[in-house]
T-cell receptor, first 115, second 112 residues
Framework: GAVVSQHPSWVICKSGTSVKIECRSL??????MFWYRQFPKQSLMLMAT?????????EQGVEKDKFLINHASLTLSTLTVTSAHPEDSSFYIC???????????FGSGTRLTVV | DQQVKQNSPSLSVQEGRISILNCDYT??????FLWYKKYPAEGPTFLIS?????DKNEDGRFTVFLNKSAKHLSLHIVPSQPGDSAVYFC???????????FGGGTRLMVKP
């Protein structure tokens, strides 16, 4: 089945630094990747939609200059959290597709803690 | 405004019994619905889906029912097993694109 690798699985960074999260489709080409964020005990909230070779589409309330998304190839999308602050601490998950019955496969997520 | 709602934050069921997880939606443009299972610190895993042209889809122990007139879907797990303990999210997709709108999740606990 379709596999999506997300790296790193967890990261701790200092306030003010930037963190890059990678999302790779291992055995299929992903024309679209989605980035979600999940706060504790809350649902997954879509942050942005990334189509290969074009600029990402951000959801309302998501700062595009803070959350930089690059989808330069059909197998890789990156999310960079710039000038991270403690309130950016969250669980970030990507999904890639289209593929399979579900349409999209999720990565394993990245736990970001900003101290 | 939440377009997809799971009104029960948690559900506890005895092993071997049926688990019924419910989901309501408000957007009539949704045409495809999915259920995901999620463990802590992991990404969601796809379980089962249903198109809006159907009212039932079954896959092993999992059955999803869709009532379009009530804008309601449910996931039935029978028999429930302790390994089913996780958070279950329902999600809906519109015909205008591939983005998913998620419900708030229901934590299922299956007791041995």
């Amino acid at each position: 089945g379709a596999v999506v690798s997300q790296h790193p699985s967890w990261v701790i960074c200092k306030s003010g630094t930037s963190v890059k999260i990678e999302c790779r489709s291992l055995d299929f080409q992903a024309t679209t990747m989605f980035w979600y964020r999940q706060f504790p005990k809350q649902s997954l909230m879509l942050m942005a939609t990334s189509n290969e070779g074009s600029k990402a589409t951000y959801e309302q309330g998501v700062e595009k200059d803070k959350f930089l998304i690059n989808h330069a190839s059909l197998t890789l999308s990156t999310l960079t959290v710039t000038s991270a602050h403690p309130e950016d601490s969250s669980f970030y998950i990507c999904s890639a597709g289209p593929t399979g019955e579900s349409g999209y496969t999720f990565g394993s997520g990245t736990r970001l803690t900003v101290v | 405004d939440q377009q997809v709602k799971q009104n029960s934050p948690s559900l506890s069921v005895q092993e071997g019994r049926i688990s019924i997880l419910n989901c309501d939606y408000t957007n009539s443009m949704f045409d495809y619905f999915l259920w995901y299972k999620k463990y802590p610190a992991e990404g969601p895993t796809f379980l089962i889906s249903i198109s809006s042209i159907k009212d039932k889809n079954e896959d092993g122990r999992f059955t999803v029912f869709l009532n379009k007139s009530a804008k309601h879907l449910s996931l039935h797990i029978v028999p429930s097993q302790p390994g089913d303990s996780a958070v279950y999210f329902c999600a809906a997709r519109g015909n205008a694109g591939n983005m998913l709108t998620f419900g708030g999740g229901t934590r299922l606990m299956v007791k041995p």
